[in-house]
């Protein structure tokens, strides 16, 4: 099963931390581009960070600064540290990235099922 898995939601006070994991299913060769995103009740779903499978990163205004995207290459595995956590933080965040299977094919723009943010004050 081609997928996307990611794990590390909690509930958190304002200020706080968490790591959020995205870890390729084992039919998965290899992770390209990929990025994290959220989505609010009532809220269009938007970027919160990318990385090229290079390492190149990108991260939307409001969490420069408290959020690190990464990567293991290796490990088939991207993450996202969110530090500082504010109430705006809460939402469900998704994992999406380009992936290449065991026989070649690439999948575009694969989604997670997500994990829940929230962040208490």
């Known amino acids: 099963q081609v997928q996307l898995v990611e794990s590390g939601g909690g509930l958190v006070q304002a200020g706080g931390s968490l790591r959020l994991s995205c870890v390729a299913s084992e039919s998965i060769l290899s992770i390209g581009s990929a990025g994290w995103y959220h989505q609010a009740p009532g809220k269009e779903r938007e970027m919160v960070a990318y990385i090229t499978r290079g390492g190149v990163t990108r991260y939307q205004d409001s969490v420069k600064g408290r959020f690190t995207i990464s990567r293991d290459n290796a490990k088939k595995r991207v993450d996202l540290q969110m530090d500082s956590l504010k109430v705006e933080d809460s939402a469900k965040y998704y994992c999406?990235?380009?992936?290449?299977?065991?026989?070649?094919?690439?999948?575009?723009?694969?989604w997670g099922q997500g994990t829940l943010v929230t962040v208490s004050s």
């Open positions: 999406n990235g380009d992936v290449t299977i065991l026989n070649g094919h690439v999948y575009r723009e694969i």
